[in-house]
């Protein structure tokens, strides 16, 4: 008998738990897309504190508005 249950054990050892592992990859997505959030929002309302993050516009030059041309 206690050659069965040493065998029921090392089998449930090796059982992956679906559920958990299922949770644990929701988690992990809902981190990222909160990730990708925060960083939305510190570009968008960056805190006084902090130094802005270097962009990759770094040495392009931003467009000109055309004013009008006032008539004489």
Known sequence: MSDDTSIDNTASDNLVDLQQARQLRQHDLNEARLQRMR???ERALPLAGRKPAASGQKGKKG????SPR???
Not at 63 to 66: D, F, G, H, L, T
Request: without cysteine; charged residues 60%.
């Open 63 to 66: 467009k000109k508005s055309k």
């Open 70 to 72: 006032k008539k004489k």
């Open 39 to 41: 960083q939305a929002f």
